[in-house]
């Protein structure tokens, strides 16, 4: 199944780890070109009240993200 994947690169959702983030998921998106697509987008509105990092995945929106988190749950739908 395809992967869509959304960061916030806005200025909270970067500094609280989207950046590394992104880097993870690049990484990743080398073992699964034709399944993952990622997209860098401006800030969701969520990183209110420590929700920062955000990342929509699939249209699920995930708060407090990790790039271990991410990157499970990704490879799980890419299986
Ligand atoms: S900066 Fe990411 S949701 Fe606001």
Redo the contacts with the bound molecule.
């Keep these: 199944m395809a992967v869509k994947v959304k960061i916030?690169m806005?200025?909270?959702?970067t500094m609280m780890g989207n950046l590394n983030l992104q880097e993870s998921l690049e990484n990743l998106q080398l073992e699964y070109p034709e399944q993952i697509e990622i997209e860098a987008i401006k800030?969701?509105?969520?990183?209110k009240g420590d929700k920062?990092?955000?990342v929509e995945l699939n249209g699920k929106i995930i708060t407090n993200a990790s790039a271990e988190k991410i990157v499970s749950e990704i490879i799980e739908l890419v299986k």
Aim: net charge positive.
């Design positions: 916030c806005g200025t909270h959702c800030c969701l509105k969520f990183c920062a990092p955000v």
